[in-house]
């Protein structure tokens, strides 16, 4: 399993500023995902952090608008930037653990508790 | 990866099984299928996952047809605090890609 910590919990910003959202994982882990969940919607990933290069964006999202690094297999970070009222949501970190369960596929992914994002 | 189609919502009374329903007629062999749930402001929290045998864990159980078609997830005996959306998602087991694609899901209500 992986516990995973996220920073801040919550945060109120204006419009037009940028706010960093960190993940923490207590183990290694080798693929972290960024999820955006708007008010009353289901998750949508934004991208996955990959370590020591580029992430991988899905469509929709871009790099400019949501910069993430990943310097180790523990951390990453989440940059919303230039904020609108629109970004305002709930912003979950993601993480696959090192390791399959046996001989078995397992994609058991454990999610922090999320940063709720509200932009004024 | 396939779509999925569950209903929007359910209720179920405090004690009896909960029966979720899950259709993917579009599945391909090699893709799983795996559900999750959300319990309200927490991040989803893995159930179970299986391919063509039905599974069984300390959570719940999962029903996959033979045609692989759907797929039923069962809360033997459901309690207050399993009230959430519950999703259902299939993935692709080869190659690198893992992400999972969460749908609108099905809001169970468990009922006193």
């Known amino acids: 399993s992986a516990v995973i910590s996220q920073k801040p919990s919550r945060d109120i910003c204006q419009r037009g500023t940028s706010l960093t959202i960190q993940c923490q994982v207590d183990?290694?882990?080798?693929?972290m995902f960024w999820y955006r969940q708007q008010p009353g919607q289901s998750l949508t990933l934004i991208a996955t952090?990959?370590?020591?290069?580029?992430?991988?964006?899905e469509s929709g999202f871009v790099i400019d608008k949501f910069p993430i690094s990943r310097p180790n297999l523990t951390f990453s970070t989440l940059t919303v930037s230039n904020m609108s009222p629109e970004d305002s949501s709930i912003y979950l970190c993601?993480?696959?653990?090192?390791?399959?369960?046996?001989?078995?596929?397992?994609?058991?992914?454990?999610f922090g508790p999320g940063t709720r994002l509200t932009v004024l | 990866d396939a779509k999925t189609t569950q209903p929007t919502s359910m209720d179920c009374a405090e004690g009896r099984a909960a029966n979720l329903p899950c259709n993917h007629s579009t599945i391909s062999g090699n893709e799983y299928v795996y559900w999750y749930r959300q319990i309200h402001s927490q991040g989803p929290q893995y159930i179970i996952h299986g391919l063509k045998n039905n599974e069984t864990n300390e959570m719940a159980s999962l029903i996959i047809t033979e045609d692989r078609k759907s797929s039923t997830l069962i809360l033997p005996h459901a309690t207050l605090r399993d009230t959430a959306v519950y999703y259902c998602?299939?993935?692709?087991?080869?190659?690198?890609?893992?992400?999972?694609?969460f749908g609108s899901g099905t809001q169970l209500t468990v009922l006193p």
């Open positions: 993601s993480v696959l653990p090192l390791g399959a369960s046996g001989n078995k596929f397992n994609n058991e992914q454990f």
């Open positions: 998602i299939v993935l692709f087991s080869s190659g690198s890609a893992r992400q999972l694609t």
């Open positions: 952090a990959n370590q020591g290069s580029e992430a991988t964006y």
């Open positions: 183990s290694q882990v080798t693929m």
